[in-house]
């Protein structure tokens, strides 16, 4: 009883992706950001979801009492500016990698009708 999918009425969705420049570090004078694959992820993940201003931290900058290799990413999106960070993982990259892979999930569930307001974990 449930709504057919598909059918002759529905359109094709065509994504195009134009390449997408890492923005510098904010902080530290640290290349190390530059040449991860990771961040370049996070850059374009975020364009997709129409951020604007996408800035890397590494914790340590934000916070001098933080002693680890936690990453902030900070960007503006519908207006608000808005953080996600993660500290869990002792490498910077895959802190980096965590959180590509948290916001890919959100632009996925967005992308199939999933709204949501003012997420918070802290």
């Not at 390449?19 to 694959?37: I, T």
């Not at 961040?39 to 340590?60: D, H, P, S, T, Y």
Request: proline share 5%.
């Amino acid at each position: 009883m449930g709504r057919k999918r598909g059918g002759k009425n529905r359109k094709p969705v065509i994504v195009t992706v134009e390449p997408v420049e890492v923005p510098k570090p904010q902080g530290k004078k640290d290349d190390w950001l530059s040449s991860q694959p990771e961040a370049r992820n996070i850059a374009e993940c975020l364009r997709r979801m129409n951020a604007e201003k996408v800035q890397f931290f590494f914790k340590g900058d934000l916070d001098e009492s933080y002693c680890g290799n936690g990453m902030v990413v900070r960007f503006i999106r519908l207006g608000q500016t808005q953080y996600v960070e993660c500290l869990v993982f002792p490498e910077k990259d895959l802190n980096l990698r965590q959180i590509y892979l948290f916001l890919e999930h959100l632009r996925l569930l967005e992308s199939h009708g999933i709204n949501y307001k003012s997420l918070s974990s802290w």
